[in-house]
């Protein structure tokens, strides 16, 4: 029949990279691990609690049975930002701190890379390149070709809210 279609039923798995800057392990390290809940806090715990939001927000979206995030790797730079837009430039560039990113993306397969940093110098929680309301298959190679499969959140928001959820799904 002409008109019908099958539907992919396999589960699609967005494999995630989290960086994080020095001032984001400080802040794992020591804020997030005093939680009343938590008994150590190191930048892999956080970093599988933030993937596990992402996880929540396509439970209750009821997505999770077409596609989940799945944690590849965790690793630090030696690089403090204070705000959002600046470190997603440089991030992208995979230079200076981040000259070893791309060669980690690789090793792990990473679909993404999401840098987290403790944003103190303005009010904006998150930021990432995005596929401009286009989703076809030319703007994704496009993406990838100029390197922006990247995000830059704040961890205290993607502690306290759902950050990371919102800007790795530009």
């Not at 596990?52 to 209750?60: D, H, I, R, Y």
Request: glycine share 8%.
């Amino acid at each position: 029949d002409a008109g019908s279609f099958e539907i992919a039923t396999q589960k699609s798995v967005i494999d995630i990279l989290v960086v994080f800057d020095s001032g984001a392990k400080t802040w794992a390290e020591n804020s997030w691990a005093n939680a009343e809940w938590k008994d150590e806090g190191t930048m892999q715990e956080f970093a599988d609690y933030a993937v596990n939001k992402m996880n929540l927000v396509l439970k209750n979206s009821q997505l999770f049975d077409k596609f989940e995030y799945r944690l590849v790797g965790v690793t630090e730079v030696d690089a403090a930002y204070t705000t959002v837009g600046s470190a997603l430039g440089v991030l992208r560039l995979w230079d200076g701190p981040f000259s070893g990113i791309h060669d980690f993306q690789l090793a792990t397969g990473a679909d993404t890379t999401v840098l987290l940093i403790d944003r103190t110098g303005d009010d904006t929680s998150g930021i990432s390149y995005s596929l401009e309301n286009s989703v076809d298959e030319t703007a994704v190679a496009k993406m990838a070709t100029d390197n922006k499969f990247y995000s830059v959140c704040d961890i205290k928001t993607t502690d306290s809210m759902y950050t990371m959820s919102h800007e790795v799904g530009h």
